[in-house]
C-alpha cells in the first residue's frame, strides 16, 4: 500500500540555518502530496502542495518540489527562526482515493 | 470561507464513562469527513472517514465508533472508555470530486481518560 517516510526527529538548528526536512513515498500513480505544520496543542495546518512531478510547492519560506523518479518531497527553508519550532508532517493522497497517508512527523526546534 | 470546528478542547473522563465528540464544517457541503487519534508524540491514525451522511468507513477496530448524522457534523463516540482511548483527537475534512485538494483540520480534542 501507499506509505510516507520521514527522516526521525528532533531537528535542532540555531536561527538562521539553513532547514531540509526530507519525505520519500511509495504509491502507485500519481499521489498528491503535502506538507503540514502542527504547534504544540493545536490541529494540523496545510503548509504547501504538490500535485503533478515537478511541480515546487512554497509557502512562508518553505519550498518542496514534487520528485517523480525520487519519489520525493523534501521540505526546504533558507533561513529558519525560532517560530518556526512545530512539527512537520509530509503526506500524500492517492489518486481516486479517500484517505490521506501521513507520515510520523518531524519536530523541529529552532534555538535563538 | 471554510471553517471547522471540534468540541470540547479538553475533556477529563473516567474509565467506563461514555464519550462523544462533534465536530462540524461551515462553508461547503458534502464534504469527505475524518477522524484521527494522536497519541503523544507520536503521527496520526485514522480511525474513521465518511464520504456522505450515514456513511462511516472504520479504519482500526476498536473501542469507538462514528456518526454522521448531517452534512456537515462528525460525531465520535464511546459507550465505555478505556485507558488507552487517551489521546488527542482531530477531526478533518476535504472537498470532494477533485484529485490534490488538501484536508483541513480542527484544533483537536485531548481526552484524558483517569
Known amino acids: 500500500g501507499d506509505s510516507v517516510t520521514q527522516m526521525e526527529g528532533p531537528v535542532t538548528l540555531s536561527e538562521e540555518a539553513f532547514l531540509t526536512i526530507n519525505c520519500t513515498y511509495t504509491a502507485t500513480g500519481y499521489p498528491s502530496l503535502f506538507w503540514y505544520v502542527q504547534y504544540p496543542g493545536e490541529g494540523l495546518q496545510l503548509l504547501l502542495k504538490?500535485?503533478?512531478?515537478?511541480d515546487k510547492g512554497s509557502n512562508k519560506g518553505f519550498e518542496a518540489t514534487y520528485r517523480k523518479e525520487t519519489t520525493s518531497f523534501h521540505l526546504e527553508k533558507g533561513s529558519v527562526q525560532v517560530s518556526d519550532s512545530a512539527v512537520y508532517f509530509c503526506?500524500?493522497?492517492?489518486?481516486?482515493?479517500?484517505?490521506?497517508?501521513f507520515g510520523t512527523g518531524t519536530r523541529l526546534k529552532v534555538l535563538a | 470561507s471554510q471553517t471547522i470546528h471540534q468540541w470540547p478542547a479538553t475533556l477529563v473522563q473516567p474509565v467506563g464513562s461514555p464519550l462523544s465528540l462533534e465536530c462540524t464544517v461551515e462553508g461547503t457541503s458534502n464534504p469527505n469527513l475524518y477522524w484521527y487519534r494522536q497519541a503523544a508524540g507520536r503521527g496520526l491514525q485514522l480511525l474513521f472517514y465518511?464520504?456522505?451522511?450515514?456513511?462511516i468507513s472504520s479504519e482500526v477496530p476498536q473501542n469507538l465508533s462514528a456518526s454522521r448524522p448531517q452534512d456537515r457534523q462528525f460525531i465520535l463516540s464511546s459507550k465505555k472508555l478505556l485507558l488507552s482511548d487517551s489521546g488527542f483527537y482531530l477531526c478533518a475534512w476535504s472537498m470532494t470530486g477533485e484529485s490534490g485538494q488538501p484536508q483541513h483540520f480542527g484544533d483537536g480534542t485531548r481526552l484524558s481518560i483517569l
Open positions: 503526506a500524500l493522497k492517492g489518486a481516486g482515493t479517500y484517505k490521506y497517508i
Open positions: 465518511s464520504v456522505g451522511i450515514g456513511q
Open positions: 504538490a500535485t503533478k512531478a515537478d
